[in-house]
Structures are given as structure tokens and as C-alpha cells.
């Protein structure tokens, strides 16, 4: 018929009847779309996608992740990237389809261990914020005093906890 043009290589067009004289057909172009999918790596829901028009900057969807102990640094090409190649909201051309993983650090933090009044020497533990891990049993000695337990507070009014007991914050 003519009148519509598509992209395929081996078409036909049919001239009317009667026509006469040259024609000229303009080509006619529709910018190229591309997914960006963003996948948790390890934090709340599995991925999420964003659609981009080819080398048309936009910001990139801001990170609606989560992970239990650790703070969102941004977003990487490569799955197990330790820093970020592309910060949240980021404005970004995109000329493929592309695949960007959160990249997490971990909230960590160290638990002393006080002799409060006792002899002796304990290393801190190390720690992650969301994990519990046991407690380190008590190396400590008081002459004349049985350890108890472990205390958050020095005059025994805090949380208690039991020698080698898990512990961690949320």
C-alpha cells in the first residue's frame, strides 16, 4: 500500500496508477529505550527497573533498598564493587541496557570489655550492626569475687548478659 514504512530491509511500495514523477522518502527514527535494573545485592526486594532514552541524561531512581546493618553507598556495574561508580539520584546518559548493584558498607562497631575493678586484659570484639555474635568469655579475675555477668552499665542497672551470651544491636 505505501503508506506505512517499517524498518524491515525487503519491502514493497505500489505507485498508483497514473502517478508520475519522482518521489523521495525521508527516514524516520525513534530514539532507542533501554532498561536500567537495579538489583539489591543482598538488601530488601530483588531489583528494580527504570527506563532511559539512548544518551538522554535523567537522574537514577533513587535507592528504595535496605540492608539490616549497612549503609548504601551507591550503585556499581560490578556486583561486588566496594565503592560506588555512581551516586543516588546521579544524573547518567545511558546508551545499553545496564545492570547496577547496590553497593553496601557494613555498619560495624567494636564491644570493650571492662574489668570494672578486676585484673587483666580482653580484646574487643568486632562487631555488625543486625548480627548478634556471642560475647567473649570473661578473662578477667577479681580476688575475693565470682564473675557474675556481663553488665552495659558499671553498677549492674543495665542490660545483662550472660558469659558467652549472643549480643548486637538491630
Do not use: C
Not at 580484646?123 to 569475687?145: P, W
Amino acid at each position: 500500500s505505501g503508506t506505512g514504512l517499517s524498518g524491515e530491509a525487503n519491502m514493497s511500495v505500489t505507485i498508483p496508477k497514473g502517478s508520475t514523477g519522482d518521489r523521495s522518502y525521508t527516514a524516520h527514527w525513534k530514539l532507542n529505550e533501554y532498561q536500567v535494573t537495579f538489583m539489591a545485592n543482598d538488601g530488601t526486594d530483588a531489583k528494580a527497573t527504570q527506563t532511559f532514552r539512548h544518551g538522554v541524561a535523567q537522574e537514577l531512581s533513587r535507592n528504595a533498598f535496605a540492608r539490616s546493618g549497612y549503609e548504601f553507598l551507591g550503585w556499581s556495574e560490578d556486583k561486588d564493587a566496594a565503592t560506588a561508580q555512581y551516586a543516588d539520584g546521579q544524573a547518567v546518559g545511558v546508551t545499553a541496557a545496564t545492570t547496577l548493584y547496590a553497593v553496601w558498607k557494613s555498619l560495624s562497631y567494636k564491644v570493650a570489655f571492662d574489668k570494672n575493678g578486676g585484673e587483666g586484659t580482653m580484646a574487643s570484639t568486632d562487631m555488625v550492626v543486625g548480627e548478634k555474635k556471642a560475647l567473649a568469655k570473661n578473662s578477667f579475675t577479681r580476688t575475693g569475687y565470682t564473675f557474675k555477668e556481663w553488665n552495659t552499665k558499671a553498677d549492674g542497672t543495665g542490660e545483662r548478659f550472660a558469659d558467652g551470651a549472643e549480643a548486637g544491636f538491630a
